[in-house]
T-cell receptor, first 117, second 115 residues
Framework: AQKITQTQPGMFVQEKEAVTLDCTYD???????LFWYKQPSSGEMIFLIY??????QNATEGRYSLNFQKARKSANLVISASQLGDSAMYFC??????????????FGKGTLLTVNP | GAGVSQTPSNKVTEKGKYVELRCDPI?????LYWYRQSLGQGPEFLIY????????DSGLPNDRFFAVRPEGSVSTLKIQRTERGDSAVYLC?????????????FGPGTRLLVL
């Protein structure tokens, strides 16, 4: 089974509107972290936001917020007031476990977001 | 300070040749990771270093792939007898330490093309 599922290959949004990018995950480990990265056409992966499995509140970073629904195993990224520069590929990723060598990230296939003027 | 840097940014080689890809992590970061990203896919884990030692190399696809980090800073990913299927973007990331919530910061990647 896929550990990270991003069901939207592509999304379109009008400038200044909000958009939600979906991410569901699969793990039996009670301790895990969820990350969102942005990858512009230049190729670099840019960290956006992090949510820990034990965090009580949804994470927020500026215009980015994470809608974390633990029971549904979903961690959707919400981008408010979209800007043209938000056009990029967005990846959801998960790290499982607390210690040992479990620090690798498992990524989804990504969602290509296009912001229209 | 400076972010993660990777050299070369692009590498074209012929099938069967040997290549080395270099990663210079953020200063002070003890953990270093290599990932491979094929076209249209998310990055896939290759290997993780804590200091000089490889703590997890479970993602290396076969014994043609090898990575070192001799002084606990710069790392080199080495691919022997390259195959066309090795063509991908190789991404390096580093984190301050390998804590559960530590963010991994990525470099711009090396685009490898094997002809």
């Amino acid at each position: 089974a896929q550990k990270i599922t991003q069901t939207q290959p592509g999304m379109f949004v009008q400038e200044k509107e909000a958009v939600t990018l979906d991410c569901t995950y699969d793990t039996s480990d009670p301790s895990y972290g969820l990350f969102w990265y942005k990858q512009p056409s230049s190729g670099e992966m840019i960290f956006l936001i992090y949510q820990g499995s034990y965090d009580q509140q949804n994470a927020t970073e500026g215009r980015y917020s994470l809608n974390f629904q633990k029971a549904r195993k979903s961690a959707n990224l919400v981008i408010s007031a979209s800007q043209l520069g938000d056009s990029a590929m967005y990846f959801c990723a998960m790290r499982e476990g607390r210690g040992g060598s479990n620090y690798k990230l498992t990524f989804g296939k990504g969602t290509l977001l296009t912001v229209n003027p | 300070g400076a972010g993660v840097s990777q050299t070369p940014s692009n590498k074209v080689t012929e099938k069967g040749k040997y290549v080395e890809l270099r990663c210079d992590p953020i200063s002070g970061h003890t953990a270093l990771y290599w990932y491979r990203q094929s076209l249209g896919q998310g990055p896939e884990f290759l290997i993780y270093f804590q200091g000089t030692g490889a703590a997890d190399d479970s993602g290396l696809p076969n014994d043609r792939f090898f990575a070192v980090r001799p002084e606990g800073s710069v790392s080199t990913l080495k691919i022997q007898r390259t195959e066309r299927g090795d063509s991908a973007v190789y991404l390096c990331a580093s984190s301050l330490d390998p804590g559960p919530g530590e963010t991994q910061y990525f470099g711009p990647g090396t685009r490898l093309l094997v002809l």
